[in-house]
Structure formats: structure tokens, C-alpha cells
């Protein structure tokens, strides 16, 4: 499965909600999904009992096909959930080598909020996003909610307030930028009476990467690969 696929894939989850409801959350109890080069995602709907089950035979399936970078956990907007459930999900990720972010946000609240708490206390990972219940992230992101949660339901969505200009547009200091391809160029030389020179065949086009909006999601991701580059090269 290409990169480029899994990416639409993710997207495609977020927006679905992945075919699992849970009607007490009113979402996804569990999200998982592998995210670009090897960032794995899991977006949690509900702090409750089975869930930590559903964590460990996401991460084993993935890690089974797939090296792993490191994880983010998504809890924000969880609100609901039972406390009594906080220490077996928070041991899925104890003593776990590989970084795990932490998402949360001003609606992060009572089981979930207890549960980033845990972790951070556990030195398990670090906390991104905004200030939740009792918690300061340890690196703070500032995001509208109503950005928020258009990133929550597709992460590649670009705000609508981004695509306003913020100053005239000129092109006083624009680079020149040459788009002329190969193949332009040997039929623009054929024409000139270059007979000998053989056409190339036009280069297909490559599909575009999609690029994360989320700025919490992404900094997490960039934290993950940041000390990925750092680790000494498997023997």
C-alpha cells in the first residue's frame, strides 16, 4: 500500500469515524490508523473499559507490517468516559521506547484529561495543544475550536480564514521561474528544423502529497520524525 494511499485513507477514516459508533460518546470509541512514514494514530472517542484492548491489537497489527516511529494518542473533545479505566489504558503505553504525543485541548476533560495526566506523569510522552482540566500542555499549540474541530473531521481541510489575503498582492519581487518541460523543448527544436532530434514523451503527472492543516497534529508528527532522525541507524 503506497504512502499517498494511506494518507486518503486517514482522511477518509476521520471523516467515517472508522465504522465504529459508540453511542455514549456520540463518536469513534477507537480511531486507529497509520499515518505518513510510520506515525501511528489513534484517535480516542472514550475513555472506558476495553479500550486498552483495542490499543494493543491496533498497535501489534500495524507494528506487524509496518515499522513504527511512534504514536499520538488524540483526546481532545473527550470529555466523557470512566476513571476506572485510566490505569489499563495508561499501561498500554508504560515503558514503551518509542515517543508518544499527546493531544489535548480545552475540552479535554474527566477520564481523558485523567489519563494525559497519567502519562505525562509516567514520563510516557508530552502533552501538545491547549490547556485542558488541571493540564499546561508542554508545548502549547493555539487553535480555534472551530478549526479544531474541522482539522478533528479532516486534517488536511484548510481553514476558510486562510485562504484570505492579508496585504495587496504584487509581483514586484516574484522569482523567475522557467516551466518549460523536456518535451517542449525537442518540439520547439524539431520546429526549427532540428529533424534528427526524437520527441520524448510527456512525464506523467505525479499525484500531490496531502499536507496536515492540524498545526497540533503536525507538530506532533515533526516531533515523532524529529527524533526518529536522531536515533543511531539499525545494525
Known sequence: MSR??????FAVLLVTGGGQRSDAAGSARLVPTLLEDGVMYLRIGSVENGVAAEIATARAAFAATNRILGTILDLRFVEGGDP??????????????????ILVNGRTQGAAAALAATLRAARAGLVFGGAAAGIQPDIAVAVGEEAERVFLKNPYAAPVQSLALSGPVTNDFAPFIDHTSEADLVRAKIKDGDEEAEPLPPRPAEPQKPVIQDPVLA????????LDSLRPPAR
Open 84 to 101: 476506572a479505566a485510566v490505569p489499563g489504558t495508561a499501561a498500554v503505553f508504560a515503558g514503551k521506547k518509542l515517543p508518544l504525543a
Open 219 to 226: 507538530r506532533a508528527v515533526d516531533w515523532i520524525k524529529a
Open 4 to 9: 499517498f494511499y494511506k494518507l486518503c485513507l
